[in-house]
């Protein structure tokens, strides 16, 4: 079982840049899936980005292609999300999460708490 805590959010203008980080407790991370989801007040939680378990970046959202870069670092155990160029539509709770890397599709499994994000205009 893998156990996540995101961290990084914080209030920032529009136009400026975060970068998020999961940290996941030792559970086998470097066979996971990895992915970042978020959720706006108000709306359901939506996609992100995504990347596999060999580093391979699997998709991101097309709202936030070419603004958002999704890593990963096995040796730390810790997921980022670098978002720049933010706008007001990012404002939202960002949440990680993880997979085993047999499970297909988003069948994420494992779920941080999430951090806040706020941009303001």
């Known amino acids: 079982q893998v156990h996540l805590i995101e961290s990084g959010g914080g209030l920032v203008q529009s136009g400026g840049f975060l970068r998020l980080s999961c940290a996941a407790s030792d559970g086998l991370f470097s066979w996971h899936d990895m992915a970042w989801f978020r959720q706006a007040p108000g709306k359901e939680r939506k996609f992100v980005a995504a990347?596999?378990?060999?580093?391979?970046?699997?998709g991101y959202s097309d709202s936030v292609k070419g603004r958002f870069t999704i890593s990963r670092d096995n040796d730390k155990n810790t997921l980022y999300l670098q978002m720049d160029n933010l706008n007001p539509d990012d404002t939202a709770v960002y949440f990680c999460?993880?997979?085993?890397?047999?499970?297909?599709?988003?069948?994420?499994?494992?779920w941080g708490r999430g951090t806040q994000v706020t941009v303001s205009s």
């Open positions: 990347i596999n378990w060999i580093n391979v970046i699997t």
């Open positions: 999460a993880a997979k085993e890397r047999w499970v297909s599709g988003e069948n994420y499994s494992y």
